[in-house]
């Protein structure tokens, strides 16, 4: 009968230290992403064509930021005044689509 209690103890406990370490990695990534959609502002306003792109589609999908079509509008024509023809292309069928909806 003790065997049984104490393998029932054993899996509460490895089962609490697997939510404490997912927690604990949950945290670290999300605190990772966040320092990348910074860094990509910075790049950003610095120019970086690339970087006004990806924040684009950052704002575009609400992935990591909240979701804003002006702010998604901007970046990708400030990247398409850049010269960037995949933003001219991306900025094009943006607009096509969110003519309606923003």
Known sequence: MESTDNIELYAIVILLLFTIWFIFNTIKYYRGEKRKIKNLHRFAKEGEVK??????????????VKKNCEKAAFWYQKAAFSGDDEAKGHLQKFLDNHKNKC
């Open 51 to 64: 970087a006004q792109q990806h924040l684009a589609r950052h704002y575009q999908k609400g992935d990591m």
